[in-house]
């Protein structure tokens, strides 16, 4: 089955403790990136990889890190985690960068930072 | 400023009734045109989209969205809805001719809650 799989779905930490988000899909996509949603703000692009070793900063990428080793991975990391990075977020992957709008979204990881 | 907006926040329709949710853009040119919807603990789906011709455009789960030039708005509707279509809609722009790097751009998102 075709999907986008993140990990954890749910997480509690505190401010300062590093962490990562895990994102993965197996269609073999080109283009993946990270988005956080907040209410009121609607979906925010923080980063996206166009190809292995290809990153760059999307709207929000203030505190936030990826790296893309492998294709099918783009984990989030948040090396000092701060309250206002409380969000939902969302992975996402699609064939090319110009197939944006038919991107696969993950399930969301729900983050809250105290 | 180019945008997208999403004029309700939140939309309470009773099942079996119709439903219209708003969407208007700001840009040059008529951007493509989408909608998603995010169901309770799921990542977002694309309902449909516009890119250009027929301007009344057909999608998943029995909805439809209708592009309008004169009113920059890509409104999206359902005749009756179900119980299941509860959920968050997002509109979504992206600037005419993608060129590889074109962002895709949300709305704030609209909540839509049924009623029995």
């Known amino acids: 089955e075709a999907q986008v799989t993140q990990n954890p779905r749910y997480l509690i930490t505190v401010t300062g403790k590093k962490l990562t988000v895990t994102c993965s899909q197996n269609?073999?996509?080109?283009?993946m990136s990270w988005y956080r949603q907040d209410p009121g703000l609607g979906l925010r692009q923080i980063y996206y990889s166009m190809n292995v070793e290809v990153t760059d900063k999307g709207d929000v990428p203030e505190g936030y890190k990826v790296s893309r080793k492998e294709k099918r991975n783009f984990p989030l990391i948040l090396e000092s985690p701060s309250p206002n990075q409380t969000s939902l977020y969302f992975c996402?992957?699609?064939?090319?960068?110009?197939?944006?709008?038919?991107?696969?979204f993950g399930p969301g990881t729900r983050l809250t930072v105290t | 400023a180019q945008s997208v907006t999403q004029p309700d926040i939140h939309i309470t329709v009773s099942e079996g009734a119709s439903l219209e949710l708003r969407c208007n853009y700001s840009?040059?040119?008529?951007?493509?045109l989408f909608w998603y919807v995010q169901s309770p603990g799921q990542g977002l789906q694309l309902l449909l989209k516009?890119?250009?011709?027929?301007?009344l455009v057909q999608g998943i789960k029995g909805f439809e969205a209708e592009f309008k030039r004169s009113q920059s708005s890509f409104n999206l509707r359902k005749p009756s809805v179900h119980w299941s279509d509860a959920a968050e809609y997002f509109c979504a722009v992206v600037p005419l001719r993608p060129r590889g790097n074109e962002k895709l751009t949300f709305g704030t998102g609209t909540r839509l809650t049924i009623i029995p």
């Open positions: 269609m073999n996509h080109e283009y």
């Open positions: 516009y890119f250009s011709g027929d301007t």
């Open positions: 840009y040059g040119a008529t951007p493509y």
């Open positions: 996402a992957s699609s064939l090319r960068p110009d197939r944006e709008h038919e991107q696969y």
